[in-house]
């Protein structure tokens, strides 16, 4: 299984703070999304990524607590009982 | 008029104890940014009796600051925010001893040695991976940041967890101004100093741990990081 974990407007956005998902052979982050997608029915995959595939600047992801841009980014490949979490931080002070 | 350190400190000694107490007025913190996070945090941090505290900021005082910045007032407009907070926290507590810190952070900026802790307290992250490459092994960091209703907290031990750029990379600014209310900054600076003061006492609770905190619905949650 994936474990989902889902902070700040994300959270409120889906209305839910974890999600778990099966994990299936060649997962990646991109293919997770994809099917989060289908699952929670909230349009929320344009607030992470813009159209050309890119995480917009803003939201982080991390797999086992290591942000994907210093992984391979959506193509990251996942392993059965990784955690990811999605989390836009705050930047104001 | 003055007041000895048991009168001044007589409630909060109550709840934390002598020993607790005399960490604190032995500790030296910096904080970075004396705007609307720093501004509540430095007072804070000198109304509890703090030994040394370092201040850095090169902003002046402007209107849009007002809601939030919890040390100044109408007549501070146009003067230097530096000067101003190390005046108002001399007023609040003599016996802390402040010393400001000129100048913007950029990569020639050197943590002051000896500091037992940072409190970032800055409003954009190219300043705070500056800040945060600048400490020294061992030192503690801790990050408040928010956003509308959301804010974090998170605490850091420099050269033992994740480096701070790599934990929020891609956490670029936003284009324009950010939404900041006066009650989450309060909010999210009292966090921060409740962990600050933690961390004086080597008990750090939010180390690799960002509390996630939403005044939408009252929730508070740990990112593991």
Same mark, same amino acid.
């Given at each position: 299984?994936?474990?989902?974990?889902?902070?700040?407007?994300?959270?409120?956005?889906?209305?839910?703070?974890?999600?778990?998902?099966?994990?299936?052979?060649?997962?990646?982050?991109?293919?997770?999304?994809?099917?989060?997608?289908?699952?929670?029915?909230? /349009?929320?995959?344009?607030?992470?990524?813009?159209?050309?595939?890119? /995480?917009? /600047?803003?939201?982080?992801?991390?797999?086992?607590?290591?942000?994907?841009?210093?992984?391979?980014?959506?193509?990251?490949?996942?392993?059965?009982?990784?955690?990811?979490?999605?989390?836009? /931080?705050?930047?104001?002070? | 008029?003055?007041?000895?350190?048991?009168?001044?400190?007589? +409630?909060?000694?109550?709840?934390?104890?002598?020993?607790?107490?005399?960490?604190?007025?032995?500790?030296?913190?910096? *904080?970075?940014?004396?705007?609307?996070?720093?501004?509540?945090?430095?007072?804070?941090? &000198? =109304?509890?009796?703090?030994?040394?505290?370092?201040?850095?900021? #090169?902003? *002046?005082?402007?209107?849009? !600051?007002?809601?939030?910045?919890?040390?100044?007032?109408?007549?501070?407009?146009? =003067?230097?925010?530096?000067?101003?907070?190390?005046?108002?926290?001399?007023?609040?507590?003599?016996?802390?001893?402040?010393?400001?810190?000129?100048?913007?952070?950029?990569?020639?900026?050197? *943590?002051?040695?000896?500091? !037992?802790?940072?409190?970032?307290?800055? #409003?954009?992250?190219?300043? +705070?991976?500056?800040?945060? +490459?600048?400490?020294?092994?061992?030192?503690?960091?801790?990050?408040?940041?928010?956003?509308?209703?959301?804010?974090?907290?998170?605490?850091?031990?420099?050269?033992?967890?994740?480096?701070?750029?790599? &934990?929020?990379?891609?956490?670029?600014?936003?284009?324009?101004?950010?939404?900041?209310?006066?009650?989450? &900054?309060?909010?999210?600076?009292?966090?921060?100093?409740?962990?600050?003061?933690?961390?004086?006492?080597?008990?750090?609770?939010?180390?690799? +741990?960002?509390?996630?905190?939403?005044?939408? !619905?009252?929730?508070?949650?740990?990112?593991? &990081?």
């Amino acid at each position: 299984m994936l474990q989902l974990q889902f902070f700040g407007l994300i959270r409120l956005l889906l209305k839910r703070e974890a999600l778990e998902l099966a994990w299936t052979e060649g997962d990646t982050v991109q293919r997770v999304l994809d099917r989060v997608q289908v699952q929670v029915a909230v /349009p929320f995959i344009q607030k992470l990524i813009d159209d050309q595939g890119t /995480p917009h /600047p803003g939201t982080i992801i991390l797999v086992n607590r290591r942000n994907i841009l210093h992984l391979q980014g959506l193509q990251t490949p996942l392993a059965d009982g990784d955690t990811l979490a999605f989390f836009p /931080p705050g930047a104001g002070g | 008029m003055s007041a000895t350190g048991a009168e001044r400190y007589a +409630r909060q000694v109550l709840h934390w104890g002598a020993e607790k107490q005399q960490q604190i007025q032995n500790s030296s913190l910096l *904080v970075a940014g004396v705007g609307g996070l720093g501004a509540t945090v430095s007072q804070l941090l &000198v =109304r509890a009796g703090i030994g040394h505290l370092y201040l850095v900021d #090169d902003g *002046v005082l402007d209107w849009p !600051d007002l809601n939030r910045q919890t040390l100044y007032g109408e007549k501070d407009i146009g =003067r230097a925010k530096l000067s101003l907070a190390r005046e108002r926290l001399n007023q609040i507590n003599s016996a802390t001893r402040i010393i400001e810190l000129h100048g913007r952070i950029d990569d020639a900026f050197q *943590v002051p040695a000896g500091v !037992d802790g940072v409190a970032d307290c800055l #409003d954009n992250y190219r300043s +705070r991976f500056l800040l945060y +490459r600048a400490l020294a092994a061992g030192t503690y960091f801790v990050h408040g940041g928010l956003d509308g209703d959301n804010g974090q907290v998170l605490t850091l031990l420099a050269g033992q967890s994740q480096p701070f750029d790599e &934990v929020f990379a891609g956490a670029l600014q936003p284009q324009g101004s950010i939404p900041v209310t006066p009650d989450n &900054v309060v909010v999210i600076a009292g966090l921060m100093v409740n962990e600050l003061f933690n961390v004086l006492w080597k008990t750090p609770k939010m180390l690799d +741990r960002c509390l996630v905190v939403s005044l939408a !619905d009252f929730s508070m949650a740990f990112l593991e &990081v």
